[in-house]
């Protein structure tokens, strides 16, 4: 499977502020290019704690990329994912709405009710490890399910666990010029952080979008 990471930070590299609520970091321009990449993936992740803050709806913007998709006998939108270990993803979150496939993906640890209830509300439920979601095994059951090519929009603890176990291929970061600052505000990659083996990356573009700067590596 591909894993292609988009984010957007400030230039301290924040994705948000201290409230974790969702700032407007990208520009139309950088939004229209995230629109494309979700267009050309089979599936969008995040984690259940940008489900809590953003409630995001992960489907595509643009009438035109989805004819493009349903041209090419794909579903109108890509399938959505959550890393959600305890089941907390509310039942009246945007993503489970019947738009497109919402895969939850959650740990032996995840309470059966909460489990059901994500059931009845339209979820696919897919369990992988014990305590958390083992994102290896998870995305492994994705694959058997057709999930190629997988766009993850974070936030920074699933980014940091993705770098951690080796899955990220991709990453397109988007800069944008502004400071958010805060020592608790959301970062790229948060988790423990690594102190060694630091992930490196290879840069392969740099662009001006909008006011900001586009960066792509491969990992
Ligand atoms: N600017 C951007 O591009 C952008 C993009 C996305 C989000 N954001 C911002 O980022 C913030 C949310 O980020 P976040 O870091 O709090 O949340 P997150 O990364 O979206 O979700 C983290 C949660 O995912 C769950 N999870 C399940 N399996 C995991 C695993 N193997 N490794 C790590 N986490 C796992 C954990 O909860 P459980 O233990 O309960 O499973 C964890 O607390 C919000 O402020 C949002 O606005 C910004
Ligand atoms: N590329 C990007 N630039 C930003 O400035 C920003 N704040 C996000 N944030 C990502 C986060 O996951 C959002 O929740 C979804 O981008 C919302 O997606 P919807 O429009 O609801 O489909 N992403």
Redesign the pocket.
């Given at each position: 499977m591909h894993v292609h990471v988009?984010?957007?930070t400030s230039v301290d590299g924040k994705l948000?502020s201290r409230r974790r609520e969702?700032?407007?970091?990208?520009g139309d321009e950088?939004?229209a290019r995230?629109d494309e990449v979700r267009a050309a993936s089979d599936a969008v992740l995040?984690g259940v704690g940008?489900v809590l803050a953003?409630d995001?709806?992960?489907?595509l913007?643009d009438a035109e990329l989805v004819s493009k998709r349903e041209s090419r006998g794909k579903s109108s939108h890509p399938a959505r994912v959550v890393a959600d270990s305890r089941a907390r993803t509310p039942t009246d979150a945007?993503i489970l709405d019947d738009e497109a496939t919402t895969y939850v993906l959650v740990s032996e640890a995840a309470p059966a009710d909460r489990r059901g209830a994500l059931e009845t509300a339209g979820a696919e439920v897919v369990v992988a490890g014990d305590e958390r979601v083992s994102l290896p095994a998870a995305f492994e059951s994705l694959e058997s399910h057709g999930v190629e090519r997988l766009m993850v929009?974070?936030g920074g603890e699933i980014i940091f666990s993705l770098f951690d176990a080796g899955l990220v291929d991709e990453l397109t970061l988007?800069v944008?010029s502004m400071v958010i600052g805060g020592r608790d505000a959301p970062t790229l990659a948060d988790g423990d952080g690594f102190v060694s083996a630091f992930p490196r990356l290879s840069l392969q573009a740099v662009e001006r979008v909008d006011d900001g700067v586009l960066l792509t590596y491969e990992c």
């Open positions: 988009n984010a957007a948000s969702q700032v407007k970091i990208s950088d939004f995230v995040v940008t953003d995001p709806h992960l489907t913007d945007r929009e974070g988007y944008g």
